[in-house]
C-alpha cells in the first residue's frame, strides 16, 4: 500500500464549479500535512497547510481526519487558473508527497 | 538573491558520462533533498540530507550519489548515466519544524541519449 494514497482524475469541472479532492495517509505517526499545487513542467509550490480543526484560504479549503487518516481539499467557485495538478503531503520525516490530482477547469 | 537555485536548468548528456547536478539555498535550512519527476508521474525521492555531513537514501538511490559538505549546496552526481535518468530533477530545502513546507528549486531537465 503506498504511504499516501491520491485519485489521480483527471477532474475536468467547468468554471464556477466545486470540487473535492481526497487523499488517505498509512502512517498514522504522521505529524503535519499540507497541499501543494503544482503548474505543469513546473516546481511544486505549497497552497496551505491542513490543521486539524480544519482551514479556509480563501475560495479553498481543507480538512483533516486523524482518526480516519484522510485530508481533502475543497475548491469552490473554480477558476480557469486553479488549472494544475494537486499534491497532498505527509510530513512522517522525510515528507511524503502524493501522485497527485490533476484538475483542469474549463471555460 | 534569496531562495533556492538549481544549475544547469537544462542538460543533454550520453549514456555513460558522468553528471553533476547542482543545488543551492540561501535559508540556511536543515533538510535538503532531491527528487526526480518522470512525464506524468509523481514525485520520487532520491536522497535527502538532515544537515551537512548527513545523508540518507529515499525511494530511489541506485545510480546517484550526493554529498553535503557545507548546508548551503546539495550536489547530486550521476556516476555513469542511463536513459532511464531520462527525468526533471527538483531540489528541495526545508527548516526544521515539524510545520515546515518544503520549498522547490525550478528543476533540472536532463536527457541522456
Known amino acids: 500500500r503506498k504511504e499516501v494514497e491520491q485519485d489521480p482524475g483527471p477532474f475536468n469541472v467547468p468554471e464556477g464549479a466545486t470540487v473535492a479532492f481526497n487523499c488517505t495517509y498509512s502512517?498514522?505517526?504522521?505529524?503535519?500535512f499540507f497541499w501543494y499545487r503544482q503548474d505543469c513542467r513546473k516546481e511544486p509550490k505549497l497552497l496551505m497547510s491542513v490543521y486539524s480543526s480544519g482551514n479556509e484560504d480563501g475560495r479553498f479549503t481543507a480538512q483533516l481526519n486523524r482518526a480516519s487518516q484522510y485530508i481533502s481539499l475543497l475548491i469552490r467557485d473554480s477558476k480557469l487558473s486553479d488549472s494544475a495538478t494537486y499534491l497532498c503531503v505527509v510530513n512522517i520525516s522525510p515528507m511524503r508527497f502524493g501522485a497527485g490530482t490533476r484538475l483542469t477547469v474549463k471555460p | 538573491d534569496a531562495g533556492i537555485t538549481q544549475s544547469p536548468r537544462y542538460k543533454i548528456t550520453e549514456t555513460g558520462r558522468q553528471v553533476t547536478l547542482m543545488c543551492h539555498q540561501t535559508w540556511s535550512h536543515s533538510y535538503m533533498f532531491w527528487y526526480r519527476q518522470d512525464l506524468g508521474h509523481g514525485l520520487r525521492l532520491i536522497y535527502y540530507s538532515a544537515a551537512a555531513d548527513i545523508t540518507d537514501k529515499g525511494e530511489v538511490p541506485d545510480g546517484y550519489v550526493v554529498s553535503r559538505s557545507k548546508t548551503e549546496n546539495f550536489p547530486l552526481t550521476l556516476e555513469s548515466a542511463t536513459r532511464s535518468q531520462t527525468s526533471v530533477y527538483f531540489c528541495a530545502s526545508q527548516g526544521q519544524g515539524v510545520g515546515d513546507e518544503q520549498f522547490f528549486g525550478p528543476g533540472t531537465r536532463l536527457t541522456v541519449l
Open positions: 502512517n498514522s505517526a504522521s505529524q503535519s
